[in-house]
Nanobody, 116 residues
Framework: QVQLVESGGGYVQAGGSLRLSCAAS????????MGWYRQPPGKQRELVAS???????DYADSVKGRFTISRNNAENTLYLQMDNLKPEDTAVYYC??????????WGQGTQVTVSS
């Protein structure tokens, strides 16, 4: 199993920045992809960005050029740098770990609120 704990959410005005962190522990060697998802109020959870063990990244079209996903393997930490935030980025953000074997692991979520 892999345990994930997010931090760094908060309240920010449009145009501002936030950095989310996700600390991972447990059987890290089984993780093949890590990512950030978000769930806006009244909507379904959606993929924001992902990064594979080999390094390639992928982003939702809505965040390309504004968000940057990265990972520190030595500290088992995943990051999401969010710049030029918009009100539509308001959501609960979840850290996700896809494992070689077994179900995905999820964090508890962190709230990001962007005011106009």
């Amino acid at each position: 199993q892999v345990q994930l704990v997010e931090s760094g959410g908060g309240y920010v005005q449009a145009g501002g920045s936030l950095r989310l962190s996700c600390a991972a522990s447990g059987t890290i060697s089984r993780v093949i992809v890590m990512g950030w998802y978000r769930q806006p109020p009244g909507k379904q959870r959606e993929l924001v960005a992902s990064i594979s063990s080999g390094g390639p990244t992928d982003y939702a079209d809505s965040v390309k050029g504004r968000f940057t996903i990265s990972r520190n393997n030595a500290e088992n930490t995943l990051y999401l740098q969010m710049d030029n935030l918009k009100p539509e980025d308001t959501a609960v953000y979840y850290c996700n770990a896809r494992l070689l074997i077994g179900p995905d692991s999820w964090g508890q979520g962190t709230q990001v609120t962007v005011s106009s």
